[in-house]
């Protein structure tokens, strides 16, 4: 999709469609809807009244013919009878996209000023069009025979009156993010023999060119030096080498300390010993989303040119189970000199995730965040709405919430005790890598994850398994089946909190 922002009117515009916006009257008012272009109302009078149009959210409907100024066609997409929120926004728009695309159109105009966001709005309103407009857009059609012609490709140009500096730059910055994310969602899209560890640091290097952001990849011979236990010995199942990579940027001070973001990059877990179900075990090429997340993040927050230090960590490996693969029972030891024993190895995520968590220690930073796909007992919890997320820390939960909100990402707050830590001692050494007790899987994931965080370090872990991919059926722009590129929007919110 080719997306622009002009600042015109209407009236001197001309292309195939035109896109206005309806509301839908008051639940008390017996009035019908009407659009948010006054001139249009009239045309449209026979809609209202036999209520082909009744404004209710993401409403979409589409006229062919019915000429209005130098538009042929007339797309209208509801706005329900509430205030808009910036979120309303992004959804409007990524439904406006899908309506477009229905209908064969490959330009159309979307006027802006529609949504009606004032002084007050406008500049994270017209950062959510495009975020719509974009994350609506995104295909994974690179391994077919028959891919999209750019040909057919669709131009939207965002028109408004009113096109400050401000109104721009949100608009800009919006676009940024959403090929971020749609970057991100390519890297989990891509199946798992085409994206093993080595392909995965390699696509960080190239997508990092640019950008500011340096991009050193350890190798096993390296991993194993830096006494990194839990990603080596998760790999041994595999002809194919683990890999760790280091995403670093620097847009403060040097003596500012970081902010670092973890991520989970199993490029393909099969479970290992403990093998998972043959049914949807192709969907374990997304156990790597945290991490492909994590590095869509830390471009964005470049290209954005945030005023912060960030580093992304991001192990990767394959869970297989090959003839030296793990075995239950086996012990390990983290970075950090903590011992862990093996008594399930489809829970292997936590067991990479721990020297990564031991490296970011060392650095020192002002916080730690990671992402991974990590539990089915979060999806049991909360589904594919929301994502949980664990800290013992009140003031970094406040953080969290109001990075999300400025996202429009949807998070809950989960439950993290001494009691989950308890249910993670091991017998035979520190820790064991699953729960001694029944139930609270995620929670005690977290805690395992807790034992490799630095002393004082504020850190919150998001669990991503239930939102990672499959989430179209909740946000419009995200594909029904494909990754999501969950978290990503508010990891850059929370880097931003920092700077």
């Not at 990524?94 to 500049?123: I, P, R, S, W």
């Not at 991993?223 to 683990?242: A, C, F, H, N, R």
């Not at 419009?476 to 999501?484: D, L, M, R």
């Amino acid at each position: 999709m080719v997306l622009n922002l002009l600042k015109k009117d209407l009236e001197t515009l001309s292309c195939s469609t035109l896109v206005v916006f309806s509301k839908a009257a008051p639940t008390k008012d017996k009035g019908t809807a009407r659009v948010t272009l006054p001139d249009l109302n009239k045309i449209l009078s026979e809609s209202f009244e036999d209520k082909s149009i009744t404004g209710s959210k993401l409403e979409s409907v589409f006229f062919r013919g019915k000429a209005f100024l130098d538009f042929k066609n007339i797309l209208v997409i509801g706005l329900g009878s509430e205030s808009l929120t910036h979120e309303d926004v992004r959804q409007v728009s990524a439904q406006a996209y899908e309506g477009l695309k229905a209908a064969g159109v490959k330009e159309a105009a979307l006027h802006f000023d529609g949504f009606g966001g004032g002084k007050k709005h406008n500049a994270e309103f017209a950062r959510a069009v495009s975020e719509g407009l974009t994350l609506a857009s995104y295909i994974f059609d690179d391994l077919k025979s028959k891919k999209a012609d750019k040909k057919d490709e669709l131009t939207v140009h965002v028109v408004t009156e009113n096109a400050d500096a401000s109104l721009k730059n949100a608009f800009n910055d919006g676009l940024t993010l959403a090929q971020c994310v749609n970057f991100s969602r390519n890297l989990g899209d891509t199946p798992g023999n085409l994206m093993t560890p080595t392909i995965l640091a390699e696509r960080t290097q190239e997508a990092a060119k640019g950008t500011g952001v340096k991009v050193t990849v350890w190798d096993k011979a390296r991993i194993k030096k830096e006494k990194m236990g839990g990603l080596l010995g998760v790999s041994l199942g595999s002809d194919q080498e683990p890999r760790f990579i280091i995403m670093e940027y620097k847009g403060a001070a040097a003596s500012k300390k970081p902010v670092v973001f973890v991520g989970k990059g199993l490029t393909f877990d099969s479970g290992g010993i403990s093998i998972k179900p043959s049914a949807g075990m192709e969907e374990m090429k997304y156990d790597m989303c945290g991490g492909a997340n994590v590095i869509g993040a830390v471009l964005a927050m470049a290209r954005l040119k945030l005023k912060v230090n960030v580093v992304g960590l991001i192990p990767s490996t394959e869970n297989m189970p090959g003839p030296s693969a793990n075995k239950p029972g086996d012990i390990m030891a983290a970075r950090n000199g903590k011992t862990f024993e093996v008594n399930n190895t489809d829970a292997e995520g936590r067991l990479i995730l721990s020297d990564a968590l031991s490296y970011a220690s060392e650095l020192e930073p002002q916080a730690i965040f990671d992402a991974a796909t990590l539990t089915g007992a979060m999806v049991v919890a909360l589904g594919n709405i929301h994502t949980g997320y664990y800290t013992r820390n009140f003031n970094l939960s406040k953080r969290v919430q109001d990075a999300a909100n400025a996202s429009g990402e949807w998070v809950w707050p989960m439950p993290l005790t001494d009691h989950h830590v308890k249910d993670i001692r091991g017998t035979f050494a520190d820790f064991s890598n699953i729960s001694s007790s029944k139930g609270a899987g995620s929670a005690t994931a977290a805690a395992f994850l807790e034992q490799f965080v630095g002393e004082g370090i504020p850190w919150a872990h998001f669990d991503i398994a239930g939102t990672g991919w499959a989430a179209g059926n909740r946000l419009n722009y995200c594909p029904k089946k494909g990754a999501s590129g969950a978290i990503l929007r508010t990891f850059v919110e929370l880097a931003r909190s920092f700077a």
